[in-house]
């Protein structure tokens, strides 16, 4: 068990800088078995090559039909990688489903609140991007998950099966502050 001081994470885009951290993180959830985003297991064979990709969406190039810009986000202290969040600025027929926001923690920084910061944080920046309304989606047994967006003000909206998961998926939404600068 280790102290974390939540006050000091914060939000970066990727960058090569935190390649050794970052691949400790996705050892561990390959180890594991968990189900994580696609990019997240692929950055073991081209770490550089998902920077690049993860940081050209965000600018809006390279995308292909169908996608997206989105946002995505290491989430950090120091030169540690505690987890990844990703925003997408837009949601498209095939992702209004599934929401805006996604995250993943590392299984060594669960149950420290880490996960409810992170999307604290990624709602500042949801803001920023002027979006009106974030959406994300739970599995309906995820207890931690649930907690995580209701702690950050979000209000359950509606729930359906999802057919490719085959789970029971709770969707929570908030309705943003104006970003005026």
């Known amino acids: 068990m280790f102290f974390i001081n939540k006050k000091k994470l914060k939000l970066v885009a990727p ?3 935190y390649k050794k951290s970052f691949l400790k993180l996705v050892q561990k959830a390959v180890l594991s078995s968990e189900k994580i985003p696609w990019f997240i297991e692929y950055s073991l064979y081209d770490f550089e090559g998902i920077v690049k990709i993860l ?7 390279s995308l292909k039909e169908n996608e ?7 989430a950090v202290f120091g030169k540690k990688v505690a987890g990844v969040i990703n925003i997408k600025h837009r949601l498209n027929e095939k992702l209004k489903i599934y929401g805006h926001i996604g995250y993943y923690v590392s299984l060594a920084y669960r149950k420290k609140g880490i996960a409810t910061k992170m999307l604290q944080l990624a709602l500042v920046e949801s803001e ?4 009106d309304t974030v959406t994300i989606c739970v599995d309906k047994n995820n207890i931690a998950s649930k907690k995580v967006a209701i702690k950050n003000d979000l209000t359950l909206t509606d729930e359906f099966f999802d ?6 998926i709770e969707r929570y939404s908030l309705k943003l502050r104006k970003h005026t600068e």
């Open 15 to 17: 960058d090569l800088t």
């Open 55 to 61: 940081n050209d969406n965000a600018e809006n190039k």
């Open 68 to 74: 997206v810009q989105s946002s995505t986000y290491f």
């Open 128 to 131: 920023k991007l002027n979006l």
């Open 163 to 168: 057919k490719n998961q085959n789970i029971m």
